[in-house]
């Protein structure tokens, strides 16, 4: 351990932040977790990586990587091991080039990218959040308001150059390390730390967004017409409806459905949009258009003692009606979680099944059950939910990682089904034979 560390301190250029140093107590934490761990080390570069990535594996030490910090699981922190912060690997760089290519770092956030597209009318199918980082939203899939146009975040990767467990460097593409390449495109931070990101962008315009707003009451209704009105809705329209937030009044509050309708022709908008607004009383309508960089909301930061608990799950075709009845009619009881139901498919489906390791192409909506409050209160809830689960269970599959709040080996079999497990499994054995990258929906070695 000794000698591990005189080599650390030798060849690490950036700040490595122990405890009891000043700025510990601001390094232990991701934004929803807190943890405590032996040394929170923050690059300046990628041969830092490489030195925190050899430190970890010569002191035995559990490895965390950070890039924005909110997995609702709490992977950007441990307790006792190394932290590897990508922070200050956030360059943004519009490389050009008829595929309107970027490289961005793998500590950057979307807003950050945002900012810098924008004045170059480009944008990457990315989350919703600006705050959320590049690399942990794209490593397991990116699902946000360009989702049904142009797919996946890491549908639009090209390459990325990734430290691996042994603290070497290289470059996965299509034509270099091509199984790595596949890995990385879903399967979360198993196969090593993505210090930057090859975006193929893509023009973009101002867009059509907002909230239209429905009671409570109409929840059930509402909830099944939007589906069906996605399912056969142009690829430029991606919406996601939220009920029960408990905020605005639990049952109570009302069933609003986000749009975002990418184009900036208002007649197109409007013949997209419309069929929503007719499917009940309509209470509030912001819908307008707006730059895209606009679109990405702060992300929360908890204050300490809150904790969030968050489960969710795909849905195909034949089940949408049932489970959006089952949904409406959890979001009317008392102590309802918040439900946020996300219509996917369009461009995401279209990629074939086999093409990366995301492996929920077909699923038709995503949805997402969430608590919130202090431990004893989410504690005492979870009775509750698992009778909420336990209802939809039969109509469900799958689990999106970066709305999981959870890594239980039931998790890990619902992110990855078993022939893409299997698949990762041989390469993990590959490229982390000693599982270094355990931090995440782990794939251990086969």
Excluded: C
């Amino acid at each position: 351990m000794s000698s591990a560390l005189e080599g650390l301190r030798r060849e690490f250029g950036g700040d490595i932040v122990e405890p009891g140093a000043a700025d510990y107590e601001a390094a232990r934490r991701s934004v929803l977790v807190s943890g405590s761990p032996g040394y929170v080390l923050r690059p300046k570069d990628v041969g830092d990586v490489q030195a925190g990535v050899r430190f970890a594996a010569a002191a035995g030490l559990a490895l965390a990587v950070r890039g924005g910090g909110h997995g609702f699981a709490g992977f950007g922190t441990n307790d006792g091991g190394v932290v590897i912060d990508l922070g200050g690997l956030a360059d943004v760089e519009v490389v050009g080039g008829e595929r309107h290519i970027v490289r961005i770092g793998g500590g950057a956030t979307w807003g950050r990218v945002a900012d810098v597209l924008g004045p170059h009318g480009l944008a990457i199918s990315s989350g919703d959040t600006r705050s959320v980082g590049v690399g942990g939203l794209t490593l397991s899939g990116g699902i946000g308001w360009k989702v049904r146009r142009y797919g996946l975040a890491l549908d639009a990767v090209v390459a990325a150059e990734v430290v691996t467990a042994d603290g070497e460097v290289v470059r996965a593409g299509a034509d270099e390390h091509p199984e790595l390449f596949w890995a990385i495109r879903g399967g979360g931070g198993n196969f090593g730390i993505v210090t930057a990101f090859e975006f193929a962008a893509h023009r973009t315009t101002d867009v059509h967004f907002g909230r239209l707003a429905f009671p409570a009451a109409e929840a059930a209704a509402v909830l099944q017409g939007w589906a069906e009105h996605l399912r056969t809705a142009p690829d430029e329209l991606t919406s996601i409806a939220s009920f029960a937030n408990p905020f605005a009044g639990g049952p109570a509050a009302p069933v609003e459905i986000q749009v975002a309708f990418d184009g900036d022709d208002p007649a197109a908008a409007a013949r997209a949009i419309d069929p929503i607004r007719g499917l009940g009383t309509v209470i509030a309508d912001d819908v307008a258009l707006r730059p895209y960089a606009e679109l990405l909301v702060e992300g929360m930061t908890p204050p300490p003692g809150i904790r969030m608990l968050a489960r969710g799950a795909f849905v195909d075709q034949r089940s949408v009606a049932e489970v959006l009845r089952i949904l409406a009619e959890t979001g009317a009881s008392a102590g309802s979680p918040f439900i946020s139901v996300r219509a996917v498919g369009g461009a995401a489906a279209r990629v074939p099944a086999d093409a990366t390791a995301y492996a929920h192409r077909r699923a038709e909506l995503m949805f997402v059950t969430t608590t919130v409050g202090p431990e004893p209160v989410v504690e005492a809830a979870r009775p509750a939910l698992e009778v909420i689960w336990a209802r939809l269970a039969p109509h469900v599959g799958g689990a999106y990682a970066n709305f999981l709040s959870s890594a239980t080996e039931e998790d890990v079999a619902a992110v990855y089904p078993a022939g893409t497990y299997e698949r990762l499994a041989a390469l993990k054995r590959r490229y982390d034979p000693e599982n270094l990258f355990a931090g995440n929906h782990n794939v251990r070695p086969r």
